[in-house]
């Protein structure tokens, strides 16, 4: 299985640069597989595809304040993209510029906060708390949102049921449902329960191996409640669908179906060829091309029909990516 494989064109004005005022009136291109059919929608009426005792699965995650902008003692600019807290103030960090000197120490927040290179991807700081460091962080939007992060991110960038610390990149499936929504839903008789699986910035990541297969995946934590264990066996038990909010959602569930483990850390990767075991239906954004995403997405919805629905949603100018618009798999 080739990588061009998973190529595809979207035009630069395709891709959302900031969310919509109403996270649920974004638009909705349903692909049904067994009818092999392609319907437009709203997200505001996600309900009516769904039945009575369907079982909607949301990664309750939460994104941290984990993109700090600082300054060098000579006055350049340094991004730093926190990425794991390990001991003593001590994180794994991506920083830009990469050349930056051991021992430099570089400067936040007018001085207030500062930490110390130690290594080519480590950092430690000098700071009373770990919530020190991240209040004088912004929320780590992906490269290919143009723009510095704003106060509204702080929330927009947030699923409403986010909860767990420790993503740093959204669920983003999930930004698009309100309170009032997920009442709606509950009102219809779909049952929702939560599992947490952290994003990490793999996620953006494109793969390079020629032949996918090859392509090995970065570990991410996740924990399956036994309260939705339950929900989802009573669910399936009866028949009813598991639709899985989010890649994240789907890999969560389909690591704890295939090892048994509800709480660990997974490297699952899903393309072409996979065999689901437990989701009947996805719930996910437009995704970059020759990404494990898209190729996750490409695995349950059918190759040929998921790059029909791609090329109807560039046709009808959906937005795409993660301030972007929806697609629901049935």
Same mark, same amino acid.
């Given at each position: ?11 630069? +004005? ?25 319907? $437009? ?23 941290? #304040? ?25 994180? +794994?960090?991506?920083?830009? =510029? ?9 400067? *936040? ?19 009373? #708390? ?11 939007? =992906? ?32 930004? /698009? ?14 049952? %929702?329960?939560?599992?947490?699986? $952290? ?15 090859? /392509? %090995? ?16 066996? /009573? ?25 048994? +483990? ?13 065999? *689901? ?16 995403? *898209? ?8 190759? =040929? ?10 046709? $009808? ?14």
């Amino acid at each position: 299985m080739q990588l061009t494989d998973f190529q595809y064109y979207l035009p630069k +004005e395709l891709i959302a640069q900031y969310p919509l005022k109403d996270r649920k009136a974004c638009r909705l291109l349903v692909l049904d597989r067994n009818k092999g059919t392609i319907t $437009h929608s709203v997200f505001k009426d996600v309900a009516r595809f769904f039945s009575p005792g369907d079982a909607l699965v949301l990664n309750d995650t939460k994104v941290l #304040s984990c993109r700090l902008i600082g300054k060098r003692e000579t006055g350049g600019k340094v991004e730093l993209l926190l990425l794991r807290e390990q001991q003593g103030r001590v994180f +794994e960090a991506m920083m830009k =510029p990469s050349r930056l000197k051991v021992g430099e120490t570089i400067r *936040f927040n007018e001085g207030r906060l500062s930490c110390e290179i130690i290594s080519r991807n480590q950092v430690r700081f000098i700071a009373d #708390s770990t919530d020190q460091i991240y209040r004088a962080g912004a929320m780590p939007l =992906p490269p290919y949102i143009k723009r510095m992060p704003e106060e509204q991110d702080r929330a927009y960038y947030q699923t409403v049921y986010a909860k767990v610390e420790g993503a740093v990149a959204a669920p983003t499936a999930g930004l /698009h449902f309100t309170d009032d929504l997920l009442e709606e839903i509950t009102v219809c008789g779909i049952q %929702k329960t939560f599992l947490t699986l $952290h994003v990490s910035s793999a996620t953006f990541k494109p793969v390079k191996a020629a032949d996918v297969v090859t /392509h %090995k995946m970065e570990k991410e934590y996740y924990c399956i409640g036994e309260e939705a264990i339950r929900l989802i066996a /009573h669910a399936r038990k009866k028949g009813s669908r598991i639709i899985a909010v989010g890649t994240t959602s789907c890999r969560a569930l389909e690591a704890y179906a295939a090892s048994g +483990e509800r709480q660990g850390h997974t490297s699952l990767f899903i393309y072409p060829g996979y065999a *689901f075991r437990y989701i009947n239906a996805l719930l996910t954004n437009f995704h970059l091309p020759c990404t494990t995403l *898209f190729m996750l997405v490409c695995a349950f919805g059918g190759f =040929p029909l998921v790059r029909k629905a791609y090329e109807e949603a560039i046709a $009808h100018k959906y937005r795409f990516y993660s301030y972007g618009d929806a697609m629901l798999i049935l």
